[in-house]
């Protein structure tokens, strides 16, 4: 089976982009345009690694990372942030609130494709033995 991946962003073109690049990749994108939307797309779809924009409509991204953070169904899945947002200015925040990486826009998409390997390595191995 396929890892899914959701991606919280609100730009078509960042989706349509990450959508291509995962799935090329054998993963098996979701997509959720706003913060209202987030929660419900992450508790229907259970996903292994939840990608997050910080600029959203309908919710920061911070208060997305926090209720993610929060909710007892989804706390364990990895977050990994996308952002515009100068470095500094969010990075720590985001790893505090409990984000595992934070990445700059524009994606380096081998860096992504990389930590998600990375990420997902110990999952593989477990279902892999069992």
Do not use: C
Not at 27 to 45: I, N
Not at 82 to 94: S, Y
Request: aromatic fraction near 4%.
């Amino acid at each position: 089976m396929k890892p899914k991946i959701l991606v919280i962003d609100d730009s078509a073109d960042s989706w349509a982009l990450l959508n291509a690049v995962l799935q090329s990749h054998g993963y098996a994108p979701v997509w959720a345009a706003d913060g209202m939307q987030a929660m419900g797309v992450a508790r229907t779809h259970q996903p292994q690694v939840i990608l997050l924009d910080l600029g959203l409509p309908g919710g920061d991204g911070f208060l997305i990372l926090e209720r993610l953070k929060a909710n007892k169904f989804l706390s364990h899945v990895p977050v990994i942030v996308i952002t515009a947002r100068a470095p500094k200015e969010g990075e720590e925040k985001a790893l505090k609130l409990g984000a595992v990486s934070y990445v700059q826009k524009p994606i380096n998409v081998d860096e992504l494709i990389a930590g998600l390997q990375q990420l997902l390595a110990p999952a593989k191995k477990r279902s892999s033995i069992g």
